[in-house]
């Protein structure tokens, strides 16, 4: 008996150095199976970000999150921050098995997603979908930038003869660039109300020749991120506002941060607005290590190489002690004071001024609901498809 009570008596104790040690964290922690309950029981759409688009870690993590969201919380969507266009190949691929799917991802010409660890979810993705063959997983790219490749006006017109003319009608007149925006903005308004005859690639169509003109237009720095939450938007109600789906692309983007200075308003910002508690925006940092991006000062060469984090300023990541751990969810709801996350994305500037600084301010769960923080960045495997090219 008294060997039991001893036994007892010391896990006690031990529980309470353990509770006392952590009592002085700026923050409470939740573990990654009560995070995904989390999400998956009160949320519709969740935003999974990165504050590098180049390290390992992030993608591992962000896929658990994925697959356990699809196969207990039937998740039936994930949606990209990539062009539209090349997605939809992709998409085929996983829904049929049809395709070269390196190739198709080599497609997509963005480097952050061409690597091994994303075509490894892309292919749990489709061996998923030949368990549920009556209830697949879809893939979509919600981003509209590249009007060049994938929104000539020749292509347009042959698909959508009378509406392409009236885009282009818009496009080519001799109004404004912030008047031709509003009134293509309203196009795609008009051609989205019937929910059930929403088609997603003319809308891609319009909301990429948005974007184009959004260049015509000083300091308007919020279109991009407009235009995809827009696409989220368009995808529900196509779906009678109820699919449940993933977003995955940059912290910055997915984050609910409304408007500031020098600073671009989130995707996620507008989605909160629309969608309020269904919403849910989930951030990942790393405390040190090495990442892929894009050197600032050779960005003719557009040439991708490893950096070790040099930083310029104390995160939230630097300051914990992970005791051996790999990574620490932060609940931001606790977060006592206000701190910095890395924001560095697919270029990596290695002294910032402060124009731009690669950094993010966080304010308890303004910015996001949870913040996933690895010890550790390793650099992602592009594949060698990519490097070849």
């Not at 994930?78 to 799917?101: F, H, R, S």
């Not at 969810?329 to 001024?353: E, H, Q, T, W």
């Amino acid at each position: 008996m008294k060997s039991t009570y001893f036994i007892y008596f010391f896990i006690l104790l031990m529980s309470l150095q353990s509770s006392a040690q952590n009592s002085d964290l700026p923050f409470s922690s939740i573990d990654m199976q009560a995070m995904c309950k989390s999400l998956g029981t009160e949320k519709r759409i969740v935003g999974l970000g990165e504050s590098t688009h180049g390290t390992k870690e992030f993608t591992t993590i962000r896929s658990e999150i994925v697959k356990e969201l699809v196969t207990v919380y039937n998740y039936r969507a994930l949606v990209l921050e990539a062009e539209y266009a090349p997605a939809t190949k992709i998409n085929e691929y996983i829904l049929t098995g049809k395709g070269d799917i390196e190739r198709l991802l080599t497609n997509l010409r963005l480097w952050p997603w061409i690597h091994e660890d994303f075509l490894a979810l892309l292919r749990w993705l489709r061996s998923c979908n030949e368990l549920h063959p009556t209830s697949q997983v879809q893939f979509y790219g919600m981003d509209s930038q590249y009007s060049g490749l994938y929104a000539k006006k020749d292509s347009i017109l042959l698909y959508y003869p009378e509406i392409g003319k009236t885009m282009f009608e818009i496009i080519e007149s001799t109004g404004k660039p912030k008047e031709k925006i509003e009134s293509l903005q309203l196009l795609s308004t008009k051609m989205s109300e019937n929910a059930k005859s929403i088609d997603l690639q003319l809308q891609y169509f319009i909301l990429c020749h948005i974007n184009k003109l959004s260049k015509l237009v000083k300091q308007n720095y919020n279109i991009r991120d407009e235009n995809m939450a827009h696409f989220v938007q368009l995808l529900q109600k196509k779906n009678n506002d109820t699919l449940k789906m993933v977003l995955w692309g940059h912290n910055d983007h997915i984050s609910k941060r409304g408007a500031s200075l020098n600073e671009r308003t989130a995707l996620g910002h507008y989605l909160s607005l629309e969608y309020a508690n269904e919403y849910s925006s989930v951030g990942l940092d790393f405390k040190e290590g090495v990442f892929m991006a894009v050197d600032s000062e050779k960005m003719k060469e557009r040439k991708i190489e490893s950096f070790n984090l040099s930083p310029t300023k104390e995160t939230l990541a630097s300051t914990i002690d992970f005791r051996e751990k790999d990574l620490v969810i932060v609940n931001c709801k606790s977060l006592r004071k206000s701190f910095f996350v890395n924001a560095i994305g697919a270029v990596y500037v290695m002294k910032p001024d402060s124009r731009n600084s690669f950094y993010s301010k966080i304010t308890k769960d303004e910015q996001y609901d949870y913040l996933i923080i690895s010890q550790k960045s390793t650099c992602i495997n592009l594949l060698p498809m990519y490097l070849n090219n």
